[in-house]
């Protein structure tokens, strides 16, 4: 409270003391004609007034001074307060109701908003004529898509995570952006002269080890990789610097991607101390400069969220083993150079397409709204899935298995163990 704030209260009857109206005829009347200014009271003659609890009626404001000035006492009875009080809790109640009236006119909005989109969409679809959609049918009668059978995953409008509003728009950039900033396909081939593709699938088996070891989220792991694939495609690099390029890119990818990064130590020592940390911190200038700091890029983890969802979305309660063994189907990719050439979101969905049907056999994979959502129709996905299903099933007989020893782990379901007894390969035959 300010110092002088006490001299703001004092009585009324005080103002009547030191503060007299002076009228013309009084002033004639005891000096006799003589003129004087008007005088004013100083500062501590000033009267000290309540704290206003209420200003907004100008009129009773007005009244209240003008009492105060003719001396006048202001009291204000137990009803009127009543009814202030009342008339308050009354306009709260009408704020409150409309506040709720907002939200619910949000939401509707919201929901609107999904229908036009999910309509929009549809209508897309089937714009094509009804004799191309004739041709899509098997030669048993069924038909392969029905456009009208796709779910509406952002129905959500409650849960702000899930940025239903936006989230359709998110997407349409993410798929724009996984084309640019891309890693070269056959980068061994072009750029690199001292390294080749087992020497990369040794340092990134190693690198998943690393991440589970220090718990690192998933993101971290496919920034890693990307960031590491980005630089190979622009500079040649030693054998004994590759270890190198690894830790310093997984620096790079904890810093941007975890709450808590390891240490630089930590990377170091991992490394057993091979290389040091100025050393460490002179690649991490390196790789900066060669990705131009684009570190927020999409990743084959960031569409099999979105994926997933859409694939949870046929059933009644989500199945956590298809998440699994999605995320365990895309993570054996990563290893693989040849993979490269197949674009994130293209992997993801050919992961999805594989973990149904490893899980269920009774039931085509895919599905209208898997199309939707992943943009791909199965004949799309064929060359992905095949190599991924020989991934699963180890066709190379490769024996760096830190992914397979991840998954096989009771808190993932241990789903490295899961194969389909059916060949996927029937799901293309023509």
């Not at 699938?201 to 220090?214: F, G, P, T």
């Not at 170091?268 to 900066?288: G, H």
């Not at 895309?330 to 040849?338: H, N, R, S």
Request: with cysteine.
């Amino acid at each position: 409270m300010h110092p002088t704030s006490n001299k703001e209260n004092v009585s009324t009857s005080d103002v009547q003391e030191n503060f007299v109206r002076v009228t013309r005829s009084r002033a004639k009347k005891t000096l006799a004609g003589v003129s004087i200014p008007p005088t004013k009271p100083s500062f501590k003659q000033q009267k000290r007034r309540a704290v206003l609890k209420d200003v907004s009626n100008n009129t009773s404001a007005d009244n209240i001074y003008s009492e105060l000035l003719g001396g006048g006492n202001v009291k204000i009875s137990r009803k009127c307060l009543k009814e202030t009080k009342k008339s308050a809790k009354e306009g709260a109640n009408v704020a409150m109701e409309v506040l709720v009236d907002l939200h619910k006119e949000k939401s509707k909005l919201a929901e609107d908003l999904s229908k036009i989109r999910m309509a929009e969409s549809q209508d897309a679809s089937l714009s094509i004529s009804k004799d191309e959609e004739i041709t899509e049918q098997q030669e048993d009668g069924s038909c392969v898509m029905d456009v009208l059978q796709v779910v509406d995953i952002d129905s959500n409008v409650e849960d702000p995570q899930c940025c239903s509003l936006y989230a359709a728009d998110i997407y349409d950039n993410i798929h724009v952006a996984e084309l640019q900033q891309r890693p070269l396909a056959n980068y061994m081939e072009l750029v690199q002269r001292d390294i080749d593709p087992d020497m990369r699938k040794i340092l990134i088996d190693w690198l998943v080890e690393v991440s589970e070891d220090y718990k690192l989220v998933p993101d971290t792991l496919y920034l890693t990789v990307n960031l590491i694939d980005r630089f190979l495609s622009n500079r040649s690099i030693e054998r004994h610097r590759l270890q190198l390029l690894g830790v310093s890119c997984m620096l790079i990818a904890s810093k941007y991607e975890e709450l808590c990064a390891p240490r630089v130590e930590e990377f170091c020592f991992i490394t057993a101390n091979t290389y040091t940390r100025p050393e460490v911190l002179s690649m991490e200038v390196q790789v900066l400069n060669i990705v131009h700091f684009k570190l927020s890029v999409p990743t084959t983890k960031t569409f099999l969220r979105r994926f997933i969802r859409a694939a949870q979305a046929s059933y009644k309660v989500p199945l956590i083993e298809l998440e699994l063994l999605a995320n365990y189907l895309a993570e054996l990719t990563l290893v693989q150079y040849t993979f490269l050439r197949f674009m994130p979101s293209l992997i993801a969905a050919a992961a999805v397409f594989l973990a149904r049907w490893t899980l269920d056999q009774s039931d085509h994979p895919w599905n209208p709204t898997l199309q939707h959502y992943t943009r791909y129709e199965v004949a799309q996905l064929e060359s992905a899935v095949l190599a991924l299903e020989d991934l699963q099933l180890n066709t190379s007989g490769c024996t760096l298995a830190a992914t397979r020893e991840k998954y096989n782990q009771p808190k993932f379901k241990s789903v490295a163990k899961l194969t389909s007894p059916k060949r996927v390969t029937s799901l293309f035959s023509r």
